[in-house]
């Protein structure tokens, strides 16, 4: 029953092919109005998926390609507004990050002699974010001067950071990583690994 409800708000081959010949104008239309090329062929397409879902809405009177741009205008105004959405999200993230509790100025003394050793395995941006931010006393916004990124990607950064460490300390560390490793007993700390 829904199928031939469907069928019936389906567009006619006749206006599918004229969208179909219209697609480079589409298609510029939104490159004129988006970051890049990628991100207007994705919209495009999602546009056109839309616009085979809702051929209902389309006027017998109405051209269809009048019809078609009003749906790529609200496609590029939803892609906007997901994007700063996403951007705020971020900001948010890193004013969090900023507030949360920095560690003490003597605790790089009495982390374990392996943690270290595990923090110069990680890649580079994660490693010098950590010792930026973790064991220095860089905010989130030094870091992410220094890193050249975004305050919210530098939050980011030093999240999924702390994220490859605690899985690095976890291998290397066994059960010392449960219950701390200021008495480490693990391969690295006596030195068998």
């Not at 546009?47 to 390609?65: K, N």
């Not at 509790?101 to 270290?116: A, K």
């Not at 219950?179 to 700390?189: F, N």
Request: charged residues 35%; proline residues 1%; glycine residues 8%.
């Amino acid at each position: 029953m829904e199928r031939e409800a469907r069928s019936s708000d389906s567009l006619s081959p006749e206006v599918i092919q004229r969208l179909v010949e219209c697609h480079r104008q589409f298609l510029g239309f939104l490159e004129k109005r988006v970051e890049s090329r990628a991100v207007a062929e994705d919209i495009l397409q999602d546009a056109f998926v839309r616009g085979l879902e809702r051929g209902g809405e389309l006027q017998g009177e109405e051209s269809a390609v009048a019809w078609f741009y009003r749906i790529l205008r609200n496609a590029v105004i939803d892609h906007y507004r997901r994007r700063d959405a996403k951007g705020r999200a971020m900001e948010s993230f890193a004013r969090e990050m900023e507030k949360s509790e920095q560690p003490d100025v003597g605790l790089e003394t009495e982390i374990c002699g392996c943690l270290l050793g595990l923090l110069d395995s990680l890649k580079a941006e994660y490693r010098d974010a950590l010792r930026a931010v973790d064991l220095g006393d860089e905010s989130m916004e030094v870091l992410a001067r220094s890193a050249n990124i975004s305050s919210g990607n530098a939050a980011v950064r030093v999240h999924r950071a702390r994220q490859a460490l605690r899985e690095r300390v976890r291998t290397a560390c066994g059960t010392c990583a449960e219950h701390g490793c200021l008495d480490c007993h693990c391969k690295t700390a006596s030195g068998k690994c």
